[in-house]
């Protein structure tokens, strides 16, 4: 049994592990639902910074998972009665994520995740007539965030050491009560992989 035990351990430590870089955008819908349980029309997505660094392992041949650290910029615009007003939050967080790679040929690969992720704000603000507000305060912005969702990746092998990647994720934040904020983010984005 220790054996076997033992050979399981080597056998998962010797499949590839890569290192990987992203950069990309954020475009993010607030969705808010008032105590009426109604979204007011008003809130428009924006883009922002979206940041990450991750280690990526081989549970098998054709099977992926990975743990990182984000930062990621939600900014939300919009405007009422002809009174525009913004959103801009910095959230750094750890993200995880499992599933299946396709090997396409010619090095390159499509890889589906199922994706979850944990963050927190480091700093926020609302910028409403012609002043700013800190929401730092405000529990629906500095509560930890819980995030899950999914994420399609096309990578290219370079060399056996090197390769680069394009990919989407799209992750919701499912808070729910008689009044909450859901973050949606669609982030784009291009990266980087280092392999062992």
């Given at each position: ?42 809130l ?20 992926l ?10 900014n ?66 500095n ?54």
């Amino acid at each position: 049994m220790k054996r076997i035990l033992l050979l399981l351990l080597v056998s998962v430590s010797c499949f590839a592990q890569s290192y990987k870089f992203a950069v990309g955008s954020n475009i993010t819908s607030f969705v808010f639902a008032n105590s009426a349980g109604s979204n007011p029309s008003f809130l428009r997505p924006s883009s922002g910074l979206h940041l990450s660094l991750s280690r990526e392992a081989s549970l098998s041949k054709s099977f992926l998972y990975d743990f990182g650290i984000n930062y990621n910029q939600f900014n939300n615009v919009g405007d009422v009665q002809n009174i525009p007003f913004s959103y801009a939050t910095d959230f750094i967080g750890l993200n995880t994520g499992i599933g299946p790679k396709l090997s396409l040929g010619k090095g390159i690969s499509f890889i589906a995740k199922a994706n979850a992720s944990v963050s927190t704000m480091v700093n926020g603000n609302q910028f409403l007539l012609n002043r700013y507000v800190d929401l730092a305060n405000d529990d629906q912005f500095n509560s930890l965030r819980t995030m899950y969702g999914y994420s399609f990746e096309l990578t290219k092998q370079i060399s056996p050491q090197v390769g680069v990647f394009v990919k989407y994720q799209h992750l919701d934040s499912y808070n729910f009560g008689s009044s909450t904020l859901n973050f949606i983010p669609s982030t784009f984005s291009i990266g980087l992989s280092l392999s062992k």
